[in-house]
T-cell receptor
Framework: NAGVTQTPKFQVLKTGQSMTLQCAQDMNHNSMYWYRQDPGMGLRLIYYSASEGTTDKGEVPNGYNVSRLNKREFSLRLESAAPSQTSVYFC??????????????FGPGTRLTVL | AQTVTQSQPEMSVQEAETVTLSCTYDTSESNYYLFWYKQPPSRQMILVIRQEAYKQQNATENRFSVNFQKAAKSFSLKISDSQLGDTAMYFCAFMKLALYNFNKFYFGSGTKLNVKP
């Protein structure tokens, strides 16, 4: 049981390049999330997928797209990277139930630098 | 809107001593959940402790306990017998309980805890 895995762990891009961050979970969770973490700020939600087949914008969705490929996988794509997207990106998953047990489980993060 | 505030960007504590991390939140909701997450240098977020707002009893998990003051909207984390492995960034989080809908999480900006030998 690996939990939540993310690839790659590190990435350096030039402005204008595109890339996709991959995330997978093996806990049979319904909901998945993408956050970014910047110095001095808490985690900010980029996009989320409440259940397979659905995706919705979070707090900071501009410049990103997502795909919920299946129940296990949720990818984040940067179509044209900008220096403002330099950040650490976390994927998370949860059961997604409307109840008290909905705890989020996080991946190890991806450190992205855009030059 | 919900906001979570951690007013201590960084704290230090000697090994074996006790330290308290502060968290306040703002909400008009009556039914919600609060969490403390730990993020060690490995960057992976780890759940430390969870508190249901409808429960008056403070949650405890081994050396970790919370002081939940609902009226004051305060949720502090106490770490007893601090260990070197407790060195990490700690995030306070709020989850609004949404019946038949998606539960959103809101995170504070974090407190960096250094445990000194």
């Amino acid at each position: 049981n690996a939990g939540v895995t993310q690839t790659p762990k590190f990435q350096v891009l030039k402005t204008g390049q595109s890339m996709t961050l991959q995330c997978a979970q093996d806990m049979n969770h319904n909901s998945m999330y993408w956050y970014r973490q910047d110095p001095g700020m808490g985690l900010r939600l980029i996009y989320y997928s409440a259940s397979e087949g659905t995706t919705d914008k979070g707090e900071v969705p501009n410049g990103y797209n997502v795909s919920r490929l299946n129940k296990r996988e949720f990818s984040l794509r940067l179509e044209s990277a900008a220096p403002s997207q330099t950040s650490v990106y976390f994927c998370a998953s949860s059961e997604g139930l409307a109840g008290p047990t909905d705890t989020q489980y996080f991946g190890p993060g991806t450190r992205l630098t855009v030059l | 809107a919900q906001t979570v505030t951690q007013s201590q960007p960084e704290m230090s504590v000697q090994e074996a001593e006790t330290v308290t991390l502060s968290c306040t939140y703002d909400t008009s909701e009556s039914n919600y959940y609060l969490f403390w997450y730990k993020q060690p240098p490995s960057r992976q977020m780890i759940l430390v402790i969870r508190q249901e707002a409808y429960k008056q009893q403070n949650a405890t998990e081994n050396r970790f306990s919370v002081n939940f003051q609902k009226a004051a909207k305060s949720f502090s984390l106490k770490i007893s017998d601090s260990q070197l492995g407790d060195t990490a960034m700690y995030f306070c989080a709020f989850m609004k309980l949404a019946l038949y809908n998606f539960n959103k999480f809101y995170f504070g900006s974090g407190t960096k805890l250094n445990v000194k030998p």
